[in-house]
């Protein structure tokens, strides 16, 4: 249950210090949905940047320079991969034709068999999501083509948000949500991974940003937006879903069973177990306030 987020300042209006406050208020706000690392790429002085570390996003020091006006971030929860070890967090690197930063929103199945049918390198890199660059840099390409071939490959849980040097911001929209808003006005972009995330940061921003635009990302959708703020769109063929797969336990015998915490609990991670989550995943929703009831929901209605 990880969270993108961002801004595209197209105008080029906001001083560093102003977006710097708006990014750091976007991710503060996505610790809600993980505080085990947190990680941004930008461009600066023609050259992508990326900044990640294993900690909170409000731990994060996110000071911008100038001419980064486009800035992708992620914060995690650790399913698979230690966030200690900080080349396991987003955004990840790659290479494509062009350098590229990669983050991903949800949990890939068959990255193991990926790896092994497409011949790809063996990687220290433990998380699943990591297979998406390698399939990319395969095709040597990062373009719509490519990003529909490595969207058609992976099966599981997915939504990506790419950056390339060239200040073109990509996101390949699976089954996994995103909430993507344009203000005229300001000539500004803003995103998180829901929309309650997004408004909650909305209320807590200094700036007087205008009226908002939803901009409506359907699932199967690629949209590229450069440094201009202009919108190109493409699509790929979905997978049926591997939520709606069949596992041996349903959502009443869950909630049958709340009396016992303890039996509850170790059921969900049961359930957890069969969406390719580890047992972490359940206790750190937990500790994180979530409540038993709030995890099952996750896991059956597709909120991570």
């Keep these: 249950m990880c969270c993108l987020f961002g801004l595209l300042d197209c105008g080029s209006d906001f001083s560093p210090k102003q977006k710097s406050k708006m990014l750091s208020i976007l991710g503060t706000e996505c610790e809600i949905r993980g505080t085990d690392a947190t990680g941004i790429a930008y461009n600066s002085a023609g050259e992508l940047h990326i900044y990640k570390r294993p900690v909170p996003a409000h731990k994060l020091r996110m000071r911008l ?12 929860m650790t399913t698979q991969g230690s966030e200690k070890r ?15 930063a990669l983050a991903h929103n949800g949990v890939l199945r068959n990255d193991k068999a990926l790896r092994k049918s497409e011949a ?3 990687t220290k890199i433990e998380t699943d999501s990591y297979i998406s660059v390698q399939l990319l840099e395969k095709q040597k390409a990062l373009n719509f083509s490519s990003l529909k071939s490595m969207a058609e490959k ?3 849980s997915f939504t990506f948000t790419l950056l390339d040097e060239h200040n073109n911001w990509y996101l390949v929209k699976g089954d996994n949500p995103i909430c993507l808003c344009w203000f005229p006005q300001s000539m500004v972009y803003l995103y998180a991974s829901t929309e309650s995330i997004l408004s909650s940061a909305l209320c807590r921003i200094p700036l007087k940003l205008g009226k908002s635009e939803k901009i409506v990302v359907a699932d199967g959708e690629i949209l590229r937006i450069n440094a201009r703020g202009q919108i190109a769109r493409s699509r790929f063929e ?9 596992i041996a336990y349903s959502y009443e015998s869950l909630y049958c069973s709340t009396r016992v915490n303890q039996s509850y609990t170790d059921e969900l991670k049961s359930v957890a177990a069969a969406f390719g989550y580890s047992p972490r995943f359940v206790d750190s929703a937990l500790g994180s306030g979530f409540t038993l009831d709030e995890v099952a929901e996750m896991l059956y209605c597709n909120e991570m």
């Design 86 to 100: 900080n080349y396991n967090n987003h955004p990840f690197w790659g290479q494509a034709g062009v350098r590229f």
């Design 238 to 246: 979905m997978k049926e879903s591997w939520w709606s797969y069949p």
């Design 65 to 76: 320079p100038s001419d980064a006006n486009i800035i992708m971030g992620h914060t995690r």
């Design 154 to 156: 992976v099966e599981g």
């Design 120 to 122: 790809l390198p063996k």
